[in-house]
């Protein structure tokens, strides 16, 4: 993506040129890399969060919140699902400019993320449920990153 963006670039700096593959790919490849760089920090517990009321509650209450923070990401999920389901079609029969690429293929990232979160948020609830859910990702739940739970942490999700 930067080497297509560059070399663009430069050749409409040096030759009053361009390669309009390389915009409109460039442009598909960062919607993508956003919405799976989504799911990866998804996987490694670091979206944003306000842990201010959640820090203040004892080991049950956290897993409280944490359940409904989850049920909360999957529902939030079906509802992208069912969006991304529903334009589908529409997506299908619309082909992008330059490259003629149906636009599915870009739109349909929304499949990707809405599945991988939701899945990800499942499993955490199931963790909770049944007891697996260790200390150290409690208290990071929690906003405690010390370097103790920190460090267990990368070693669990490793």
Same mark, same amino acid.
């Given at each position: 993506?930067?080497?297509?963006?560059?070399?663009?670039?430069?050749?409409?700096?040096?030759?009053?040129?361009?390669?309009?593959?390389?915009?409109?790919?460039?442009?598909?490849?960062?919607?993508?890399?956003?919405?799976?760089? !989504?799911?990866?920090?998804?996987?490694?517990? &670091?979206? =944003?969060?306000?842990?201010?009321? $959640? *820090?203040?509650?004892?080991?049950k209450g956290r897993k409280l919140c944490m359940v409904l923070s989850?049920?909360?990401?999957?529902?939030?999920?079906?509802?992208?699902?069912?969006?991304?389901?529903?334009?589908?079609?529409?997506?299908?029969?619309?082909?992008?400019?330059?490259?003629?690429?149906?636009?599915?293929?870009?739109?349909?990232?929304?499949?990707? !993320?809405?599945?991988?979160?939701?899945?990800? &948020?499942? =499993?955490?609830?199931?963790?909770? $449920? *049944?007891?697996?859910?260790?200390?150290?990702?409690?208290?990071?739940?929690?906003?405690?990153?010390?370097?103790d739970a920190a460090h267990a942490l990368r070693e669990r999700l490793?």
């Open positions: 993506m930067v080497v297509m963006v560059f070399g663009n670039v430069v050749l409409r700096y040096l030759f009053d040129t361009g390669i309009d593959v390389s915009e409109e790919l460039s442009r598909y490849f960062f919607v993508w890399l956003t919405f799976i760089g !989504a799911v990866v920090v998804g996987r490694e517990h &670091a979206h =944003l969060g306000v842990e201010t009321l $959640v *820090s203040r509650l004892g080991d989850d049920l909360f990401i999957i529902a939030c999920c079906a509802v992208f699902f069912w969006g991304t389901w529903q334009q589908a079609e529409i997506n299908a029969t619309n082909y992008a400019p330059i490259t003629e690429i149906s636009m599915l293929w870009i739109y349909g990232v929304g499949f990707f !993320a809405s599945l991988g979160l939701g899945l990800l &948020a499942a =499993l955490r609830i199931l963790r909770v $449920v *049944s007891g697996r859910m260790s200390e150290q990702e409690l208290r990071a739940f929690a906003g405690d990153y010390s370097d490793e």
